[in-house]
């Protein structure tokens, strides 16, 4: 397929070992532009799910701790398949890629950041995008600890895992049916709904993005990672009827903090021992 700009897409493919595909798409999911390999329907898919799923993130910046002006830096899809790329390409438009699970993450990302700076001729403006228009409830998390959603709310395994990792500020179990199960003495019942419901929404864009890695079939999805200035989301499977949601500052060790989540999944979710980290999407 071709579109206007498909052709400086291919920089990405090209140069990158592992690289699979890479769509450009508007704030409001039209496709700009995509490289060969993918269907005109496909690819329009993903840049309807890129952009839903973009809205989404904006509305969990709270989530990640305070911030006068939140800026989203990126958002990472994890399959047992591969990865799945999202950034800021100017005003009202992102780019997104796909690649093979063993590529490599710095080289990817300067190609990704490398092209963006190529598009601002074609696409006006600057490549991360201001959070806060899409935040809900900003003083939910205009703390390190707010009021608990009682004791019986409280999980003490989440409690343990924040504890443990310096940085790590909130930790919410939630059903795949989007209502939340408990969480770290940190998140209220408010914070605790309207996290669940964004973080939902989260999962299902996720999981539409799985024919990004070629493997519709088979995708498994991990997790999904949003970065902003001030901090961490994570979205990580939980068994198979659960998701942890997770926050931390931005100078947290996120792999530490991940890791620990993924330990503590046993004691949280009754039959999820042995779990392999992984839903099929």
């Given amino acids: 397929m071709t579109t206007d700009l ?26 700009r532009g995509a490289t060969d390999g993918l269907t005109e329907k496909s690819a329009s898919t993903l ?7 973009q809205s989404l993130s904006r509305a969990t910046t709270h989530f990640a701790g305070p911030a006068e002006t939140p800026q989203w830096n990126q958002t990472i899809i994890e399959f047992a398949q591969g990865w799945v790329f999202l950034i800021g390409a100017g005003q009202g438009a992102y780019l997104a890629a796909a690649a093979e699970p063993d590529v490599d993450m ?12 190529r598009l601002g001729d074609n696409l006006t403006s600057a490549p991360r995008v201001n959070a806060a228009a899409g935040s809900a409830h900003p003083e939910a998390g205009s703390g390190r600890r707010q009021a608990g959603g009682g004791s019986g709310f409280v999980l003490a395994e989440l409690d343990r895992v924040i ?10 179990l939630l059903g795949a049916e989007g209502l939340p199960r408990g969480a770290s003495s940190g998140i209220g019942r408010d914070m605790a709904d309207t996290i669940s419901a964004a973080m939902t929404g989260i999962h299902a864009y996720s999981r539409a993005t799985k024919q990004f890695m070629g493997t519709a079939d088979e995708a498994e999805w991990r997790q999904t990672i949003i970065e902003f200035q001030h901090g961490w989301i994570f979205l990580i499977a939980a068994g198979q009827d659960a998701l942890l949601a997770a926050a931390a500052e931005h100078d947290c060790d ?7 989540l993924h330990d503590a999944v046993p004691s949280l979710v009754p039959g999820a021992a042995g779990y392999g980290g992984a839903i099929h999407a």
């Fill in 6 to 31: 498909s052709w400086m897409l291919k920089d990405i493919v090209s140069n990158v070992p592992k690289a699979l595909h890479a769509v450009l798409l508007s704030a409001d999911g039209i496709l």
């Fill in 47 to 53: 840049s309807a799910a890129m952009s839903g799923m």
């Fill in 106 to 117: 710095q080289q990817i990302s300067f190609r990704m950041h490398r092209l963006v700076a």
């Fill in 163 to 172: 504890a443990e990792v310096p940085g790590a500020r909130h930790a919410l």
């Fill in 254 to 260: 996120i792999e530490a903090f991940t890791t620990r």
